[in-house]
């Protein structure tokens, strides 16, 4: 079955750090380009950032809210990609998901990341 | 930056009956525009890409329509499991970025 599994969402404080992880089956992982995006309680979707395969040279994309503070790596050994979330803001609260493809075909049911004190 | 602004905010349409949504762009994005169904719980899936293209088993009563500024997402006889939230989306190249509308949300009436 072609999926997509996050994981590592929580609650943090805010200045805190949270690594998320996206689990992609059923495709070719390493040729796929993966995106995260975010949904803010009661928003609408906002595309957080991007990174392309290493055959297209493994560079990162990223929105301007998050540039900066999030970092975007997979390890195609594990069929996985993260989102490194450091300097976290109450404003990065949401539900994040992972997407693949240059038009976002695939998505996973995402990860809820609460930043509070 | 690129604004995608979709309309009308809400749609009451009943079961079998067609609904018609829009998305305008204040610039041109060309064809570069997506939409997607959204559901609370679930994954986003993909409908529409590079405005008219049905994503990989999306029923033919989608359709999307549109270039330049003003896209037009068309479901031709709504079925119960229609009823959701869309969002038309645009990306670009330079730079990198992809921007997503407000969202319709597909009610029934």
């Known amino acids: 079955e072609v999926q997509l599994v996050e994981s590592g969402g929580g609650l943090v404080e805010p200045g805190g750090s949270l690594r998320l992880s996206c689990a992609g089956s059923?495709?070719?992982?390493?040729?796929?380009?993966m995106n995260w995006v975010r949904q803010a309680p009661g928003k609408g979707l906002e595309w957080v950032g991007r990174i392309k395969s290493k055959p297209d040279g493994a560079t990162t994309d990223y929105a301007a809210p998050v540039r900066g503070r999030f970092t975007i790596s997979r390890d195609d050994s594990r069929n996985t990609v993260y989102l490194q979330m450091n300097s976290l803001k109450t404003e990065d609260t949401a539900l994040y998901y992972c997407?693949?493809?240059?038009?976002?075909?695939?998505w996973g049911r995402g990860t809820l990341v609460t930043v509070s004190s | 930056e690129i604004v995608l602004t979709q309309s009308p905010a809400t749609l009451s349409v009943s079961p079998g009956e067609r609904a018609t949504l829009s998305c305008r762009a204040s610039q041109s994005v060309s064809t570069y525009l997506a939409w997607y169904q959204y559901k609370p719980g679930q994954a986003p899936r993909l409908l529409i890409y590079d405005a008219s293209n049905r994503a990989t088993g999306i029923p033919a009563r989608f359709s999307g329509s549109g270039s330049g500024t003003d896209f037009t997402l068309t479901i031709s006889s709504l079925e119960p499991e229609d009823f959701a939230v869309y969002y038309c989306q645009q990306r670009s190249n330079w730079p990198t970025m992809y921007t997503f509308g407000q969202g319709t949300k597909l009610e029934i009436k």
């Open positions: 997407s693949t493809g240059i038009d976002l075909d695939l």
């Open positions: 059923g495709f070719i992982f390493s040729n796929a380009w």
